[in-house]
C-alpha cells in the first residue's frame, strides 16, 4: 500500500496552486448506490450542525442502523436527532453528552462506548473549533483550540482505538476511525516549533496567532498520526485523516466580531464548498476509503502527501 507517508513531501506552492485545485477542481467521490450499512453503528462528535450533522444525514441515506450524535448540548443534540430520525425512521438515533473541553467527559463517554455498544463500526471525530481570540479552557489551563482541536480529539482516538479492535464489525472487518482535519496543515508555519517543552508554548497569549495556532494545531494531528500507525494495525482499525476543504455555512469561525472581519469572512465563505461536498470527505473515509487509507491524509477525495 502506498500511502502518505510513502509519499514524497508536496513541493506545490499551497496557495493559489493547492487551494485552487482543493477548493475548485476537485471532484467529490460519492459511495456507490448499492452501499447499504444496514446493522452498522456509527459515532460522529460535533454533530448536531454544520459538517457534523451533514455526514449524519447522508449515514443515515445508506441505511445506517444505529448513530450516536456526542454532542456538548444535549437540548440541541436533541432537535438533531428529531430531525434525522424522520430520514431513516428505522435507524436508532441517540444523543450522548461529550464535551471536549474536559477530560473528565471524554473519559465518561469512552466508557459508556465500552459498556452500551456491543458494536461500531465507524467513528468520525468532527468536533473542532477555531478562535479568533486567545481564549482558556478553565478546567485544564490550556488554549481553546490546542485543547479541543489536538489534545482532547487525541486523546479520545486513543481511548477508543482497544474499543474499536473489540467491537469492530464481525468476520474480522476493520472499524473505521476518521479524524477530520484541515488543507490549512500543509501551509502551518508552526512558529512556536522549537519552544521547549512545546505544548505549554501554546499557553502564552503572546504567541497566540489566530491562523497560525490553528494550523499547528491541525499539523500536529499529522504527526500524532504519523506515530500512531506504527501501533495500531489497519486489520483492526482504519485511521485517517480527511480534509472537507474551506466549506461554507458552518459555524467554525462563530466567534468572528467586527463588521470588517464578519464581512470578510462571508465574502471568503461565497468560495466555500456546499456543506454537503464538504461532508462527502468524512463519508468518503470511512465508506470508501480501505486498508489502504490507514495512516494517511485524505484531502481532494485522494491519498495526499
Not at 512556536?192 to 504567541?207: G, H, R, T, V
Amino acid at each position: 500500500m502506498v500511502g502518505s507517508k510513502d509519499l514524497q513531501p508536496s513541493t506545490t506552492p499551497f496557495f493559489p496552486n493547492v487551494f485552487f485545485n482543493n477548493q475548485f477542481r476537485a471532484k467529490p467521490q460519492w459511495p456507490p448506490s448499492t452501499t447499504n450499512l444496514s446493522n452498522h453503528t456509527a459515532i460522529i462528535t460535533g454533530s448536531n450542525t454544520g459538517l457534523g450533522y451533514e455526514a449524519a444525514v447522508q449515514l443515515l441515506g445508506l441505511k445506517l442502523s444505529r448513530l450516536i450524535l456526542a454532542v456538548r448540548s444535549p437540548e440541541r443534540g436533541e432537535a438533531a436527532a428529531t430531525n434525522l430520525r424522520k430520514l431513516n425512521p428505522k435507524a436508532t438515533v441517540e444523543v450522548w453528552l461529550l464535551d471536549m473541553s474536559s477530560y473528565d467527559s471524554i473519559q465518561n463517554f469512552s466508557r459508556r462506548v465500552e459498556s452500551q455498544l456491543p458494536r461500531i463500526d465507524i467513528v468520525i471525530l468532527n468536533a473542532g473549533v477555531m478562535r479568533l481570540s486567545f481564549t482558556t479552557v478553565k478546567s485544564t489551563g490550556h488554549e481553546e483550540m490546542i485543547q479541543v482541536n489536538y489534545l482532547s480529539t487525541m486523546f479520545l482516538a486513543i481511548l477508543l482505538l482497544p474499543i474499536l479492535k473489540a467491537k469492530r464489525p464481525p468476520g474480522g472487518q476493520p472499524a473505521h476511525l476518521t479524524i477530520v482535519n484541515a488543507a490549512l496543515s500543509l501551509a502551518a508555519k508552526f512558529p512556536n516549533k522549537d519552544a521547549k517543552p512545546l505544548l505549554p508554548s501554546f499557553d502564552d497569549p503572546e504567541q497566540f496567532h489566530r491562523e497560525e495556532t490553528y494550523n499547528s494545531t491541525k499539523l500536529m494531528a499529522h504527526m500524532f498520526l504519523w506515530k500512531l500507525v506504527d501501533h495500531v494495525s489497519a486489520d483492526d482499525v482504519i485511521v485517517n485523516l480527511a480534509d472537507p476543504a474551506w466549506v461554507k455555512g458552518t459555524e467554525l469561525a462563530r466567534d468572528a466580531s467586527g463588521a470588517a472581519l464578519k464581512v470578510a469572512i462571508k465574502v471568503f465563505g461565497l468560495a466555500g464548498r456546499p456543506i454537503p461536498v464538504g461532508a462527502s470527505c468524512f463519508v468518503d473515509a470511512v465508506v470508501n476509503k480501505g486498508k489502504e487509507s490507514h495512516g494517511c491524509f485524505l484531502m481532494s477525495w485522494k491519498i495526499h502527501p
